[in-house]
């Protein structure tokens, strides 16, 4: 199983004007994305922390974390307009 973190952000200026990004952060340790739980815990934390540190005209408005066989297909139905 992969767990997906995704970020639903909005833009600073226009509050109304809001989509889900999934960060391609890895542990620098391991090199491997964080797990279901890290991704629920401190590690889903810091890698929304760090994506906003990086896009400052964004508010961070959820996090959430997924869990699927298949990455590239949850990514895809994690970033579509239907999510």
Known sequence: MVALLSLVVCL???PAV???VTPDYVDRVTGEPPSFHE???I????IA?????E?????????QCSVAS????????IESPRA
């Open 49 to 53: 922390l760090r994506w906003l540190s």
């Open 43 to 46: 590690g889903g934390q810091g």
């Open 18 to 20: 809001c989509e889900t």
């Open 12 to 14: 600073s200026s226009m």
């Open 39 to 41: 991704c629920l815990g």
């Open 70 to 77: 298949d990455a590239r297909l949850l990514r895809e139905r």
């Open 55 to 63: 896009h400052p005209g964004y508010r961070l408005h959820r996090v």
